[in-house]
């Protein structure tokens, strides 16, 4: 993208009367060990139109050893000292701020071609996090309890929303998120029933039906447990700290898999019931299930080939157990499910997507997500930045009324407005001619060549 020195690029033009924004995503999972950065551009000629978009940067920025264990030290310690959360909002924005200064840099991007930063940091307890409330000028904002989102405004003078997490729920609690409906948006199809499992520090499975021509609701999703997160644990313990995960599955096919460990781990902790916190990473400073399946495998004499083998087939199995185990409560016996698409920084774990393919349905077709346009590390960053956009229209028409609180921008915090608001709100109240846009229906995803 061209560097400019002027403001933001028209949203609208006004000859064609179409929409044209830029948003920027930056997401850090509940490990907190790196930032997902996406620019993406979104254009629609009209309301009723689809709107397309189209991937245009992605890249991963690593949180320092040092940064992290920081903020998730006060995270943990925040229920007996307020005061943390301070250090935490400002912590969190210095990160996003920093990465997204190095995003720029490293790509040759000037910041005034971006019209919203779209944040989300799944670490963050929702209690905890950016309240929400009508949008605010950056000066308005007290300098002592500033938000991350406040932060990161301030630094960028852009634009900036705040997703919050989602709340994990055990898979017997069908629960159609924000999440979910993002994931139907780029994956729903007029005849094929497709299944979407993001692997990332956590494990989400979504059931996507082919859609009827009703208007798009959010399909049944669920948290079913861990993703990656332990197995970036156990690489971090049996490498100290030199290897910080094992992305490929290179790692884990030079040991051997201990099935009587997996068996009790899996008896042991019921993920139907229970799933882990978004907030697991601050446990990690002490006992807890991944620390208990390494010392178990330590006092069996197995290598640390063997128990990062372990570890990633208890989290392979888990999540081959609660696909059926979702599939069977929501769909019809005779269903047939047409397409899997894996996505996420698991989704290149080999040993994970092989015992997929190996123990589920021979008719089922496992496809990565970049056969779409969206890179499968990038599917979390890119759905916040989904939802930041959707925020942004929704606001717009409506700043000078109540900011209603409903199930569609329940996942949206804080949002603080930049130096280009009004140039920004401006454009998206006349591309809808003074009224409230309607909910995204569908989205074209534009590849890139």
């Not at 991350?148 to 919050?164: G, H, K, M, R, Y």
């Not at 888990?318 to 696909?323: F, M």
């Amino acid at each position: 993208m061209a560097t400019s020195a002027k403001g933001p690029g028209p949203l609208v033009k006004h000859n064609e009367n179409s929409l044209d924004i830029t948003v920027l995503g930056l997401r850090s999972g509940a490990a907190l060990d790196g930032v997902s950065c996406a620019l993406l551009r979104y254009r629609q000629r009209s309301p009723s139109e689809p709107l397309r978009m189209s991937l245009l940067k992605y890249e991963e920025a690593d949180v320092p050893l040092h940064l992290r264990a920081q903020i998730l030290n006060l995270l943990r310690d925040h229920p007996k000292n307020p005061n943390a959360m301070v250090r935490v909002h400002n912590m969190l924005g210095y990160m996003y701020s920093t990465a997204f200064k190095c995003f720029l840099g490293n790509n040759g991007i000037s910041k005034e071609d971006i019209h919203l930063i779209a944040s989300q940091a799944d670490s963050i307890p929702p209690s905890v996090a950016p309240p929400l409330h009508p949008a605010l000028m950056v000066s308005e904002v007290s300098p002592v309890l500033k938000s991350w989102t406040a932060v990161v405004a301030a630094e960028t003078n852009i634009t900036t929303a705040s997703i919050l997490p989602i709340t994990p729920r055990p898979v017997n609690e069908l629960d159609p998120t924000a999440g979910a409906s993002i994931d139907s948006l780029f994956l729903q199809d007029p005849t094929k029933f497709r299944v979407c499992v993001t692997i990332t520090d956590l494990l989400t499975i979504t059931i996507i039906p082919p859609a009827d021509g009703t208007p798009r609701v959010a399909p049944p999703s669920s948290v079913c447990g861990p993703g990656t997160i332990f197995i970036d644990y156990t690489m971090r313990y049996a490498t100290s700290n030199r290897l910080q995960n094992d992305l490929d599955g290179t790692y884990a096919s030079k040991g051997i898999v201990n099935y009587a460990v997996v068996d009790r781990v899996l008896q042991a902790n019921d993920y139907t019931m229970r799933v882990p916190p978004l907030h697991v990473a601050t446990e990690m400073f002490g006992h807890h299930e991944a620390q208990g399946v390494i010392d178990e495998c330590l006092f069996l004499g197995m290598t640390d080939h063997d128990t990062v083998a372990t570890i990633t087939r208890i989290t392979a199995e888990n999540l081959v157990r609660q696909y059926r185990r979702l599939v069977a409560a929501y769909c019809q016996p005779d269903q047939k499910i047409d397409e899997i698409f894996i996505c996420g920084s698991g989704a290149r774990n080999t040993n994970i997507v092989d015992y997929m393919e190996e123990v589920l349905p021979t008719e089922v077709i496992t496809r990565p997500l970049d056969d779409i346009g969206i890179p499968g590390d990038a599917k979390e960053v890119v759905c916040c930045a989904q939802l930041g956009l959707e925020v942004l229209l929704k606001h717009a028409a409506k700043e000078d009324g109540p900011f209603e609180q409903s199930r569609q921008n329940s996942r949206i915090g804080a949002v603080v407005k930049g130096k280009h608001w009004e140039r920004v709100k401006e454009q998206i109240v006349r591309f809808g001619d003074g009224e409230e846009l309607p909910a995204v229906q569908r989205v074209v995803i534009e590849k890139r060549p």
